[in-house]
């Protein structure tokens, strides 16, 4: 019988294991998620697709952050790396079309945002939350995860195989690729220190070949 410690080793490697199977999101699979969703979380979805940007991010993005044609962004996992975690994006008229399409009829400070649910939230959630109408990082995996099951195209992979709002960053940033953005502004918006993490992300959906040619 194996004592608790050597299992807790198991449970950690076979979890890692799995999360390295997470499949990648293609663009149709990202609109058949956004079709099953909520309007406000379908904004979410668009944001982080046009803007390459995380939930902690979307979640926390507040009008007050834009200033003209320009939108300030602290990355939240990277904030105490310097410079590269602190962005001011010049908005592209795709963005500035994202972000003009957050405003609603709805008064709040949070670009993202959404009407609360009456008698669901409990006190621990209530005191995460600054305003009613913040949705946090939880809530936007949640209505990522409900949506693409929604959808019955992910039926039968694998927990730890099926995308995740995570993934959304990866598609975008392939997309800006193909559109012809360079590599380094890809990796100055993903906020990413090295360009071998930036790499990491693109390479989820095509590794680039490497031209042999005798001359």
Same mark, same amino acid.
């Given at each position: ?80 790396? $310097? ?88 598609? $975008? ?6 559109? $012809? ?35």
């Amino acid at each position: 019988m194996m004592d608790s410690k050597a299992q807790l080793t198991v449970d950690v490697v076979v979890q890692k294991d799995d999360v390295v199977k997470r499949q990648p999101l293609t663009i149709e699979a990202f609109n058949a998620i956004r079709e099953k969703a909520d309007p406000w979380f379908q904004k979410a979805m668009d944001l982080a697709l046009e803007s390459l940007q995380s939930r902690a991010e979307i979640a926390s993005a507040k009008f007050a952050d834009i200033d003209g044609d320009t939108w300030k962004v602290i990355r939240k996992k990277t904030k105490s790396y $310097g410079v590269s975690a602190r962005l001011k994006i010049k908005m592209w008229p795709e963005l500035a079309k994202v972000l003009d399409a957050c405003r609603d009829a709805i008064a709040s400070p949070y670009i993202v945002h959404k009407l609360p649910r009456r008698k669901q939230k409990t006190k621990a959630q209530a005191i995460l939350r600054d305003h009613p109408t913040q949705g946090l990082p939880e809530d936007i995996s949640r209505a990522f995860a409900t949506a693409r099951n929604k959808t019955e195209l992910f039926e039968d992979w694998g927990q730890f195989e099926k995308p995740s709002f995570h993934e959304i960053r990866a598609l $975008g940033a392939d997309l800006k690729r193909k559109a $012809g953005w360079p590599n380094e502004l890809i990796q100055q918006l993903m906020a990413h220190s090295d360009k071998e993490m930036t790499n990491h992300y693109l390479d989820k959906h095509e590794t680039p070949w490497t031209k042999v040619e005798r001359e």
